[in-house]
Every structure is written in C-alpha cells, then in structure tokens.
Antibody, heavy 117, light 111 residues
Framework: EVQLVESGGGLVQPGGSLRLSCAASGFTFSDFWMSWVRQAPGKGLQWVANIKKDGSEQYYVDSVEGRFTISRDNAKNSLYLQMNSLRADDTAVYFC??????????WGQGTRVTVSS | QSALTQPASVSGSPGQSIIISCTGTSSDVGNYNRVSWYQQHPGKAPKLMIHEVTKRPSGVSNRFSGSKSGNTASLTISGLQAEDEADYYCYSYAGGSTYWLFGGGTKLTVL
C-alpha cells in the first residue's frame, strides 16, 4: 500500500524551530519529487515547498523562503521540513505529498504545528 | 502569489449537476495543462479527483469530470450524491518564482 506518514508536529513558541518528517512506503521514493502542503485552521491549502527526486533542487513559497528547508534521504525513504524562526501564521496542519500526474497524487494524514506563546 | 479564484460555496440537490470554476491567469491555469482537483472531507487529507485538467485517476467515479477554457478550469460533478458534500480545491502549476498555486476552495453542499 502506498503510504505517507508525517510526524514531528507540536506546540512551539514564536521564533522557535521544529523539524517535520515524512516516512514513505509502498513505492520507489527516489523516483518522485515530493512536496509539503499546509492548511491553516479553517483555511485553504497552500503549497509550501518541493524537492527534486535526487534532492538537488528545492523550491519554496515566498513566505517561508529563508526560514524553512526541505530535504530528503532516499536511503531512508524519508522527507523532511526544517522550520526555523516560526511565526504565528505558520500554524497549520502540514501534509507530506507525492508529486505526480501533473500535481499531487498521494497525501499523508498531516501533522499539526501550533506556534504560540 | 495570489491564490486561484474559486466560488466560496456551491450547492445542489441529489441527482443534479454542479460546476465549480477555478480562475487564474495566463501565467498559470492558462499556460499549463497541469491543473488538478482535490476533494477534502472535514478532518481528512485531500484526495485527488482530476489531474492534468481532464484525467480521472483509477477509482474515482466517472461522475467527476474536468475541463479548461482560457484561464479558467472547471470541475463538473454530475448525479450529485450525499457523499460528494466536501470542500474542493483546484491546483495549478504557475512556473517562474510562484511554482504552484491552490484555489481558495469551494464548499459543496448537497441539499
């Protein structure tokens, strides 16, 4: 079964850091670009970042550029999102997603990040 | 990096058809055939319903169809069923330094 499972969410103070992880299974992880997508409480979806199959290229939405870093370990079938200098407006459910079919075809269940003092 | 424009809500009765629009620009929806649609029930992860404008993934009902004209993509749901009640999002490649955009989402109510 193709599956993505996120972990690492939680409560963090403004200015703090958090590292999200996503474990992939059921497919050849290194064959796919991967993305992070977030959804603030009661709001819509927002693409955050994605990374090339071999990790050599990364792209970010402007609002997280310079604060977030997407990375991957193909040997461990894992995707990561290092989030630094967190702000209240980063509060959201963060989804790990597989890039395919001209969009995203597989989603994880999400991990909740709350930035609050 | 503005979101694509979708109606906030649409509604229909069981058995009817509805259309959800997704309006972008010539830099995103109008320039690429990389438009997809997602269904999201409350508290759940989104589910891919349409990819590359018109293509339906295996397992998705043929009551769901997609199209595009100019800068506007559309999702049509025919033969509405109670289980179709959900939020729907469009998603398009935008290239340049914007990369990917979602629509603001449309809440579908089945009356």
């Amino acid at each position: 079964e193709v599956q993505l499972v996120e972990s690492g969410g939680g409560l963090v103070q403004p200015g703090g850091s958090l590292r999200l992880s996503c474990a992939a299974s059921g497919f050849t992880f290194s064959d796919f670009w991967m993305s992070w997508v977030r959804q603030a409480p009661g709001k819509g979806l927002q693409w955050v970042a994605n990374i090339k199959k071999d990790g050599s290229e990364q792209y970010y939405v402007d609002s997280v550029e310079g604060r977030f870093t997407i990375s991957r370990d193909n040997a461990k079938n894992s995707l990561y999102l290092q989030m630094n200098s967190l702000r209240a407006d980063d509060t959201a459910v963060y989804f790990c997603a597989r890039d395919s079919l001209g969009g995203v075809d597989i989603w994880g269940q999400g991990t909740r990040v709350t930035v609050s003092s | 990096q503005s979101a694509l424009t979708q109606p906030a809500s649409v509604s229909g009765s069981p058995g009817q058809s509805i259309i959800i629009s997704c309006t972008g620009t010539s830099s995103d929806v109008g320039n690429y055939n990389r438009v997809s649609w997602y269904q999201q029930h409350p508290g759940k992860a989104p589910k891919l319903m349409i990819h590359e404008v018109t293509k339906r993934p295996s397992g998705v009902s043929n009551r769901f169809s997609g199209s595009k004209s100019g800068n506007t993509a559309s999702l049509t749901i025919s033969g509405l069923q109670a289980e179709d009640e959900a939020d729907y999002y469009c998603y398009s490649y935008a290239g340049g330094s914007t990369y990917w955009l979602f629509g603001g989402g449309t809440k579908l109510t089945v009356l």
